[in-house]
């Protein structure tokens, strides 16, 4: 979410203000691919604890989910600017990562937590025409690189060496961009994408205007032509697979937040925020499952 809409949200939370812009759907069908994720449970999402993103752990073993959201940014980093985190994710190794950015500036953040325990922070300076925000980061399964991506519409998504596990980063230095993902189709306001293959990537987009894809908050499937690393571009094909659900008492505007596939189970999880005074009471993590 960029700077300007989570004052709104911001807003939202602290006036009780019930937001009043209606859903739009367009004609088209979203395109198909094998396989339907139903939905299969929820969960209620804290909006100040667990509003903006989620992570299943891997190591160590038996490791809770962690959640993000407004309540969870270091008073350390906010006072220094890095005041909205985004959706994390965790690398099978047991590096987890959190997207951070800043209201203005020229500069992006990744605070890394390693396997043993201990926290670092990689500073990525924004490369000629990259948008500031830092929605979401995604791991590769091999651990070496991170995908990130920018709000708004877009055609790419961006590759970076993995920060901590990848030998080739430091937190004393810039954390480069190395490669992109070439979309074949546009994607508007991805909130996440988690790796559910070599090549498979499944991001939940907030995209409430429905013309892209012919729905509104759209999962979506992002197939790669080749595993991301530094070595080069690869093209990704994208499918919208089913609207996220938009559930609650009230009317208004819904917020598709993070996304996190959990290979262990098979079970993916969206979080969804509810409109107006409804993001306290009723916003949902839905479960999904392949069938």
């Not at 080069?232 to 609650?248: C, K, Q």
């Amino acid at each position: 979410m960029p700077a300007s809409a989570r004052s709104r949200r911001n807003g939202a939370l602290a006036a009780f203000v019930t937001l009043a812009a209606a859903l739009s759907l367009a004609a088209p069908a979203p395109a198909s691919a094998a396989g339907t994720w139903t939905e299969t449970g929820s969960d209620r999402a804290d909006p100040l604890t667990e509003s903006q993103g989620l992570a299943s752990v891997e190591v160590p073993a038996g490791s809770p989910n962690r959640y993000t959201g407004i309540g969870t940014v270091p008073l350390s980093d906010s006072v220094r600017g890095w005041n909205h985190v985004g959706d994390p994710d965790a690398s099978y190794e047991g590096y987890y990562i959190e997207p951070y950015q800043e209201d203005s500036g020229t500069a992006k953040m990744y605070r890394v937590q390693a396997p043993d325990g201990t926290w670092s922070e990689y500073v990525h300076q924004l490369s000629p025409g990259e948008a500031l925000n830092n929605s979401w980061d995604a791991i590769t399964p091999d651990g070496q690189w991170m995908l990130s991506g920018e709000w708004g519409t877009m055609n790419r998504l961006l590759v970076f060496p993995t920060p901590g596990e990848n030998r080739g980063t430091s937190p004393s230095a810039n954390l480069p961009l190395a490669a992109t993902v070439r979309l074949d189709h546009a994607v508007s306001d991805v909130q996440g994408c988690d790796f559910s293959g070599p090549t498979t990537l499944l991001c939940s987009s907030d995209d409430s205007d429905g013309s892209l894809f012919g729905i509104t908050e759209p999962l979506l499937q992002i197939d790669l032509s080749a595993p991301p690393s530094g070595s080069g571009d690869v093209t990704g094909h994208v499918t919208a697979l089913r609207r996220l659900p938009l559930r609650s008492a009230c009317s208004g505007t819904f917020e598709a937040e993070g996304i996190d596939y959990d290979r262990r189970s098979g079970i993916l999880r969206v979080i969804v925020v509810s409109p107006g005074i409804c993001v306290l009471t009723d916003s949902k993590t839905y479960k999904f499952s392949l069938g």
